[in-house]
């Protein structure tokens, strides 16, 4: 299996830009997190979806990020406008039922807004 | 609710030695737990999970942890350290659909 699979690596724009990271689960994975990770902050869970449908988005900081999984094997996150405050490293992660639901994930895209 | 802390944001252990991370956890129902590894630049590597099938779990890269009910404990443990495990480290317990991370111990490996 390919693992999950995240595009871009590396992203660097400007502030007030729009930014789009991208996530492949793992194929047949029914659930899927997006995660920042900083160094002030640590790791944040963001959202996560089951069965392409949003659970839980309390983690989203504000309404300018937003994410959609319109099929099984594609997510998105997005960010618009972007702020400096955004530059971080955003992982996506999947996992299946059952139990205990270990979570699988991808390698990354470190966002640097300037 | 589940949560887990580690203790000590950072550890130090020289080659050859034994590397012990701390983690604890608090939960309602019977836990799954979970260590995780981090390299530079890269994403979290599963290194071991609880399931309650067995106390002591065994992982890879000679790693390994031992679940302490009595303790509510989850220490990660490896009888010798090689400058290769030099990473960061998350513990996490499994809350119904997603995973609780703790905020990570950064080892550091001494020649």
């Known amino acids: 299996d390919a693992g999950v699979i995240q595009s871009p690596r590396h992203e660097v724009t400007e502030m007030g830009q729009e930014v789009t990271l991208r996530c492949k689960p793992i194929s047949g994975h029914d659930y899927l997190f997006w995660y920042r990770q900083t160094m002030m902050r640590g790791l944040e869970l963001l959202i996560y979806f089951n069965n392409n449908v949003p659970i839980d988005d309390s983690g989203m900081p504000e309404d300018r990020f937003s994410a959609k999984m319109p099929n099984a094997s594609f997510s998105t996150l997005k960010i618009q406008p972007s702020e400096p405050r955004d530059s971080a490293v955003y992982f996506c992660a999947s996992s299946s039922n059952p139990s205990p639901r270990e979570q699988f994930f991808g390698p990354g895209t470190r966002l640097t807004v300037l | 609710a589940q949560s887990v802390t580690q203790l000590g944001s950072h550890v130090s252990v020289s080659e050859g030695a034994l590397v012990l991370l701390r983690c604890n956890y ?8 979970f260590w995780y590894v981090q390299y530079p630049n890269q994403g979290l590597q599963l290194l071991l999970k609880y ?22 404990s989850f220490h990660l443990t490896k009888p010798s ?7 960061e480290y998350f513990c996490a317990v499994n809350g119904n659909e997603k995973l609780t991370f703790g905020t990570g111990t950064r080892l550091t490996i001494i020649p």
């Open chain 2, 26 to 33: 608090s939960s309602s129902v019977p836990p799954y737990l």
């Open chain 2, 51 to 72: 399931t309650s099938a067995a106390t002591l779990v065994k992982g890879i890269n000679g790693f390994e942890a031992e679940f302490k009910k009595s303790e509510t």
């Open chain 2, 81 to 87: 350290a090689h400058m290769s495990d030099a990473a």
